[in-house]
Nanobody, 121 residues
Framework: QVQLVESGGGLVQPGGSLRLSCVVSGNIDSINAMGWYRQAPGNERELVAAISSDGSTNYADSVKGRFTTCRDAAKNTRYLQMDSLKYEDAAVYYC???????????????WGRGTQVPVSA
């Protein structure tokens, strides 16, 4: 069993920045890759960033150059740094424990409960 807890969400203005955290507990040694997803009302959940066990990262085209994900293994924490936020970035953001297969992130069974990121002037 793996538990994921996101934090750091909150209201930001367009052009602002926010850093999300995902703390992992439970069977930590079973975790290899982590993904960040987001879901806005009426939309499907979409992958925005992923980080593998070796630290390599991938990003959706919509957030490249603005979002950065990294890991702190000592703290069992993954981060999503969001800069230059846009109205279209507003969503609930979730972390997920999964894996990379052939360079493609595959989501796993464990999700955080999400953290809300409203973007408004």
């Amino acid at each position: 069993q793996v538990q994921l807890v996101e934090s750091g969400g909150g209201l930001v203005q367009p052009g602002g920045s926010l850093r999300l955290s995902c703390v992992v507990s439970g069977n930590i040694d079973s975790i290899n890759a982590m993904g960040w997803y987001r879901q806005a009302p009426g939309n499907e959940r979409e992958l925005v960033a992923a980080i593998s066990s070796d630290g390599s990262t991938n990003y959706a085209d919509s957030v490249k150059g603005r979002f950065t994900t990294c890991r702190d293994a000592a703290k069992n924490t993954r981060y999503l740094q969001m800069d230059s936020l846009k109205y279209e970035d507003a969503a609930v953001y979730y972390c997920n424990s999964g894996g990379l297969i052939g360079g493609t992130y595959k989501f796993g069974d464990y999700w955080g409960r999400g953290t809300q990121v409203p973007v408004s002037a």
